[in-house]
């Protein structure tokens, strides 16, 4: 007996009925869907623009986020860092901040703070 | 497909396509994924490849026949990117489609039918298509050939290894 006499009966009653109404509700689903991309705009242009969207997001992160430092510009040391703080336009006098000595006797890199007076910025303050 | 490329009356004749091709393509995607839902998702990426595909079918082959090789190809692809996604290894991947099989509510096995079903499940992804198309479709060899692109001969020694491990795993203990 081969194989398909012997399981015949499994063949019949594993037919799987497909119903009208599912043949129309996956023809409905199909037009739609077909339809709705015509009129969409193509997948490609929405890739580029979101792409470039999330590049410039990336940029402006990078580029605006050393400005949100809130290391007091009269510290000599950057309170995030640890190294000297350069960021001394708004400073005033290094010397004359009392705090910065007592940090800078123990923890400032001297070699910085030369090169960074010997720094033209330095000579338009 | 004169009636596709007539411009007038394009979404008219993709629309007969998807009805009369619906039946036979959800049997095969079903048996494959077992999921009813999986199904649907399935289906309606194979109509929408052929939508896109279409224009450029040169008719070589019939076209329920590229239809189901399409949804060969988009079955076995949707079952290893869920292998994947899910982390199923592939031994329990059988174990998650009899999972699959028994929260099946639609349809009521008997014993014996179900033990049938779950050996069919133990077969490799392809065996187990092959199998399907020939048992349950009633299926030419040549025409399985053209859909899976496989030799005749090949064909016809996987089916034989399908038929003997089935009925090795239906023999009682």
Not at chain 2, 26 to 50: G, P, S
Not at chain 2, 107 to 129: C, H, M, N, T, W
Request: net charge negative; aromatic share 12%; hydrophobic share 40%.
């Amino acid at each position: 007996m081969s194989f398909e006499e012997k399981y015949n009966r499994y063949k019949k009653s594993g037919k799987l009925h497909v119903s009208d109404d599912y043949v129309n509700e996956m023809a409905g689903k199909v037009s739609e869907h077909i339809s709705s991309r015509k009129k969409g705009i193509p997948r490609q242009f929405v890739w580029i623009f979101s792409g470039t969207a999330a590049i410039a997001v990336c940029m402006a992160v990078v580029f605006f986020a050393p400005l949100n430092h809130t290391d007091n510009p009269g510290n000599a040391v950057s309170q995030q860092t640890g190294q000297p703080n350069l960021n001394m336009k708004d400073s005033g006098n290094l010397a004359s901040n009392s705090e910065t000595q007592k940090i800078e006797s123990k923890e400032l890199d001297h070699d910085a703070i030369v090169e960074y007076l010997l720094d033209e910025e330095y000579e338009e303050i | 497909m004169d009636m596709f490329r007539d411009d007038a009356r394009t979404n008219y004749a993709f629309n007969l396509i998807v009805r009369k091709h619906t039946p036979p393509l959800y049997r095969l995607i079903r048996r494959m994924v077992i999921d009813a839902y999986d199904t649907d998702d399935v289906l309606q990426n194979v109509f929408i490849k052929a939508w896109k595909g279409l224009p450029n079918f040169r008719e070589d082959a019939a076209l329920g026949t590229w239809l189901f090789r399409i949804a060969s190809n988009e079955s076995i692809t949707f079952i290893n990117r869920k292998r994947r996604f899910l982390f199923i290894p592939f031994q329990s991947q059988e174990t998650y489609l009899n999972e699959k099989l028994e929260a099946d509510s639609a349809v009521d096995y008997e014993a014996g039918e179900k033990k049938f079903k779950q050996a069919i499940l133990s077969l490799p992804d392809k065996q187990r298509l092959v199998f399907n198309m020939k048992f349950y479709e009633d299926m030419t060899y040549e025409e399985i050939a053209e859909i899976t692109g496989t030799s005749v001969g090949a064909l016809k020694a996987s089916y034989h290894i399908a038929t003997k491990k089935i009925e090795a795993l239906l023999q009682p203990d």
